[in-house]
């Protein structure tokens, strides 16, 4: 069986400054992982996937993810946060239709 | 194409009624999954069905829910006899088939408040 766990409940950057978002995983066979967004009672966005390519994944908005096997990770970055980068972060992990999501991670970003 | 639609988007009720939530998947797609958000709390798999076919129900709490997919219309969730603790965001998902690496597009929830 699958499991997310994402290591911090709450990140809090200054705008212009770097984001990392942590996710670590388990998994019994190859992965694929997500990393979702959700804006204050909104839905769920798709920021990125990896899907077994590259294991460098860029999505919307600037973010990218690695995908570390050996560390069983998933982090999500941006080299420089946005005012408009304040939402929730989900790290999801699917095995089949299997699902598994992180408890996510709050991002609040300061002027 | 139309997004996932759910419906209502805000939905009131008293302890002891019931509460109906409708998905519409998009287009094409014939996967449904429903998750739980919980105050404070993450996203928790509910379940997940496909037309007329329930695949796993394994987040699904025992009693008080249930839910479909038919052959025609939306899916729906069905909460009876709810509690308090029943108040949360519920969202749907759709995929074109069984999801591995798929990506699940997700509707906008229904918030459920129960008086």
């Known amino acids: 069986a699958q499991s997310v766990t994402q290591l911090d409940s709450h990140v809090s950057v200054s705008e212009g400054t770097p984001v990392l978002l942590r996710c670590n995983y388990s998994s019994s066979y190859s992965p694929s992982l997500f990393w979702y967004v959700q804006h204050p009672n909104k839905g769920l966005q798709l920021l990125l996937k990896?899907?077994?390519?590259?294991?460098l994944v860029k999505g919307i908005n600037g973010f990218e993810a690695e995908f570390k096997k050996s560390e069983t990770s998933f982090h999500l970055t941006k080299p420089s946060a946005h005012m408009s980068d304040a939402a929730e972060y989900f790290c999801?992990?699917?095995?089949?239709?299997?699902?598994?999501f992180g408890a996510g991670t709050t991002v609040t970003v300061r002027a | 194409n139309a997004g996932v639609m759910q419906n209502p988007r805000h939905l009131v009720r008293r302890r002891g009624q019931e509460a109906r939530l409708r998905c519409s998947p998009m287009?094409?797609?014939?996967?449904v999954y429903w998750y739980r958000q919980l105050p404070e709390e993450g996203l928790k798999f509910m379940v997940y069905l496909q037309k007329e076919n329930i695949i796993d129900e394994s987040g699904m709490p025992k009693e008080r829910f249930s839910a479909e997919f038919p052959k025609e219309g939306p899916s729906i969730l069905r909460i009876q006899q709810v509690v308090r603790g029943d108040s949360a965001a519920y969202f749907c998902?759709?995929?074109?088939?069984?999801?591995?690496?798929?990506?699940?597009?997700f509707g906008p929830g229904t918030r459920l408040t129960v008086l």
């Open positions: 998902a759709s995929s074109p088939r069984q999801t591995t690496n798929n990506e699940q597009f």
């Open positions: 287009k094409g797609h014939s996967h």
């Open positions: 999801f992990v699917s095995e089949d239709y299997k699902l598994s």
């Open positions: 990896y899907t077994s390519a590259a294991t």
